[in-house]
């Protein structure tokens, strides 16, 4: 098998230039991934709305850093955003349903929106003791200013069953700057 060269197998990012891994000439783009996770795990979600926890950067880069559970980005560009949310019911009887509702939000500036696209939702169904149920969602998200913040978060809408508990190392979010 022949391996291309940078500027063959990704003209159209660099403007067909030559490229090193984590920048190059065609774009601004910083290649080099930041991932977050919740470390502690064990979080209630319920009927009120709540930031999820993010507590341990896996991936670390200058571009990012991580306090109070929220994100903050330092550049203005387009990126790639992977979140994922695992959750599970404890000691509850065999048969017990929940839907679980997360998203992501940014903020410049103490105002907090959902980005669109987003939004995930995630089912369980409880069949003997305990039952896990996860979903995992990519997006694009474009910052057209400096330093936002970004945070999950989380809801059990009304009557869809009961609360659910976030599980240990299983939620995560992993960000890639491509523009």
């Not at 003791?129 to 997006?139: C, K, L, Q, Y």
Request: hydrophobic residues 35%.
């Amino acid at each position: 098998m022949a391996i291309q060269s940078e500027q063959v197998a990704h003209s159209e990012l660099v403007g067909g230039s030559a490229t090193t891994l984590h920048s190059h000439s065609g774009g601004g783009a910083d290649f080099k991934p930041y991932k977050v996770y919740d470390a502690t795990g064990n979080q209630v979600i319920n009927e009120t709305e709540r930031t999820v926890n993010l507590d341990t950067v896996d991936i670390s880069d200058a571009n990012y850093s991580l306090a109070s559970d929220e994100i903050t980005v330092v550049g203005a560009g387009t990126y790639l955003i992977s979140m994922t949310v695992a959750i599970e019911q404890y000691d509850t009887s065999g048969g017990t349903r929940s839907m679980t509702n997360f998203w992501m939000e940014s903020d410049d500036g103490g105002s907090y929106a959902e980005i669109i696209g987003s939004f995930m939702a995630i089912y369980a169904r409880e069949t003997c003791i305990d039952e896990h149920g996860g979903n995992n969602t990519t997006f694009l998200f474009v910052q057209d200013n400096a330093s936002k913040k970004l945070r999950i978060r989380g809801v059990v809408p009304n009557a869809s069953g009961t609360h659910v508990d976030t599980m240990v190392n299983r939620t995560s979010v992993s960000i890639l700057k491509v523009v």
